[in-house]
């Protein structure tokens, strides 16, 4: 079983820049590099939305909202996966979860940080 534990949520003013930290933990075996990752959000009210992923070679894809502005990379010696975020805006603003996934073995969610960008 996978523990995620995510990290680096906060407040910061519209253009301003975070980094979300995302470490894995809860296996002798490291087999954070066999799932995809990824970064969800969810706004007061609102659904979770799925922000980017990042998969088991590297590959990655990105919502529309925050393409271009948001990077998700990933440390698998680390078991941690990062999401920075730059030029944050208002709408960015939510619960930040992390969460990891395989087809076969048992899938995981973080507790969520909160990320509130605001002047």
């Known amino acids: 079983q996978v523990q995620l534990v995510e990290s680096g949520g906060g407040l910061v003013q519209p253009g301003g820049s975070l980094r979300l930290s995302c470490s894995a933990s809860?296996?002798?075996?490291?087999?954070?590099?066999?799932?995809?990752m990824a970064w969800y959000r969810q706004a007061p009210g609102k659904q979770r939305d799925l922000v980017a992923r990042i998969d088991n070679e590297a590959n990655t894809n990105y919502s529309d909202s925050v393409k271009g502005r948001f990077t998700i990379s990933r440390d698998n010696a680390k078991s941690t996966v990062y999401l920075q975020m730059n030029n944050l805006q208002p709408a960015d603003t939510a619960v930040y979860f992390c969460?990891?996934?395989?087809?076969?073995?048992?899938?995981?969610w973080g507790q969520g940080t909160q990320v509130t960008v605001s002047s």
């Open positions: 809860g296996s002798n075996f490291n087999i954070f590099s066999f799932y995809s």
């Open positions: 969460n990891a996934d395989h087809v076969f073995l048992p899938k995981a």
